[in-house]
């Protein structure tokens, strides 16, 4: 199952299928340098899926991961942030460094990640995503 560049010496894609195959999140932790990103992306790779990522941080808001109203043509538009864009496609939504996010960007995150699996956008009128597949 691991493409040529990648060795899964520890059976981790297997986990991850398993995972994914019953609709149930993975949380991929280990130190830096060992191939945490590279898991997650040979893993999308492997069951041509779509993937999304972003590097928290404190200086990570909200409006990176949901979305932000905008101006275009003299109208209020709503702009999706990657979180948003993710569940709406379906896919894999990779987050790293979840551990230096602050508490409001966790709070959204939580909501997203609940067994409901739907986001309510305040940012655009109250709509609700619920995420694909």
Avoid: C, Q
């Amino acid at each position: 199952m691991a493409g040529a560049g990648y060795l899964d010496w520890n059976g981790s894609l297997e986990a991850l299928g398993r995972a994914h195959d019953a609709g149930v999140f993975a949380l991929v932790i280990g130190p830096k340098g060992t191939g945490k990103t590279t898991l997650v992306r040979e893993f999308a790779a492997s069951r041509g899926l779509p993937i999304e990522s972003a590097n928290l941080s404190l200086r990570t808001r909200e409006a990176h991961l949901v979305g932000t109203k905008t101006l275009e043509g003299g109208s209020v538009a709503f702009t999706e942030g990657i979180l948003v864009r993710s569940m709406r496609r379906g896919g894999i939504m990779y987050l790293d460094e979840l551990n230096a996010a602050e508490a409001d960007v966790l709070l959204r995150l939580d909501e997203a990640l609940d067994d409901r699996r739907e986001l309510v956008l305040k940012e655009s009128a109250g709509e609700t995503v619920r995420a694909a597949g």
